[in-house]
């Protein structure tokens, strides 16, 4: 089983010989529609209902007390907003169906809680900034008195802001520092715990990139951005440890071009000629004979200033 910010997440998906009635439309997300279903029914039910019958009714998830349940794939549109074949709604925003709304009681209850954390996981998934102008109501599109039981409760304001505060607080947690912002606050200083909080209060560049090329530098492979990695990599920057030699210094091989390049020094004739003279190599044309009695001369000096050079930008 997979989860998605907690709760269970599967797919029954449409097949794709029914995408000319379900979901025409290629689409780019921009916007969350939600809905309540006016049933008693588990979401199990309303997707398989949903991809078998032959009604031009569709939406892409539909949340029960158990977990989400996806009919229709993100990419593409649904129809469930009765704005019509071009209407925003239906072609860029995804339609979200909480169940159990009919008669209520505890199952809707947990129903829309699953929902308000899903959605937001999903707003993250996707790409989209979840806010008052893009976690939208049925009714915003055509007017139908839908998610029926959250407006009866006059919860509306209320299920929306739940579904911000949750975007926010995934955001911003430690272990999701791929969507952490990555401006520097001015000014401030670190608390503690976020490494991206420790570089930007040293005014160091803390995007993934830059924290990616840290990572190599602290010896720390294959760094994806998880919350271990982004651990060991605040202490070791905290702990100001030698960062280990930059591969670029270790260059073994007999090519005095291959060397050059790998310490990103100039290597056209050129430099090498310039390099040459410095180097009391008299009439520099670039044969092998120079070229590694070149390499021989330069390597160890080149290597020094490379450990001198500054490893963070
Ligand atoms: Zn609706």
């Not at 439309?25 to 019958?53: C, F, G, L, Q, R």
């Not at 044969?287 to 450990?307: D, Y």
Request: proline content about 3%; some cysteine; overall charge positive.
């Amino acid at each position: 089983m997979t989860q998605v910010n907690g709760i269970e997440f599967t797919q029954n998906l449409v097949p794709s010989s029914k995408y000319s009635i379900k979901c025409p439309n290629v689409m780019i997300a921009k916007k969350i529609t939600i809905h309540n279903t006016y049933n008693d029914a588990k979401a199990s039910n309303e997707v398989s209902y949903e991809v078998t019958n032959a009604n031009q009714v569709s939406f892409h998830i539909a949340v029960d007390d158990l977990g989400a349940i996806q009919g229709i794939p993100f990419n593409r549109n649904a129809w469930h907003c009765g704005d019509g074949a071009n209407g925003y709604g239906n072609r860029n925003t995804i339609g979200v169906e909480i169940c159990y709304s009919k008669s209520g009681g505890s199952k809707y209850t947990k129903s829309e809680q699953n929902a308000i954390k899903y959605i937001a996981a999903l707003c993250v998934q996707q790409g989209i900034v979840a806010t008052t102008d893009t976690i939208k109501k049925h009714e915003d599109w055509s007017g139908k008195h839908c998610p029926h039981r959250i407006l009866d409760e006059k919860r509306w304001a209320t299920v929306q802001k739940a579904i911000i505060d949750e975007y926010s607080r995934i955001t911003k947690a430690p272990s999701k520092p791929s969507i952490t912002p990555s401006k520097p606050a001015t000014g401030s200083t670190n608390a503690g715990g976020s490494v991206v909080d420790y570089l930007n209060s040293k005014k160091i560049d803390s995007s993934m990139a830059n924290r990616k090329k840290l990572a190599v530098n602290y010896g720390i492979a294959n760094y994806t951005g998880t919350a271990a990695q982004n651990t060991a990599l605040l202490n070791k920057l905290k702990a100001g440890a030698a960062p280990s030699k930059p591969t670029q210094s270790v260059y073994k091989g007999n090519s005095l071009v291959d060397y050059l390049v790998s310490v990103k020094k100039a290597s056209d004739k050129a430099s090498r000629a310039k390099l040459a003279s410095q180097n009391g190599i008299k009439n520099y044309t670039g044969t092998a004979a120079q070229n590694t009695q070149l390499l021989k001369k330069n390597a160890w000096i080149l290597k020094n200033k490379m450990e001198k050079r500054e490893f963070i930008k």
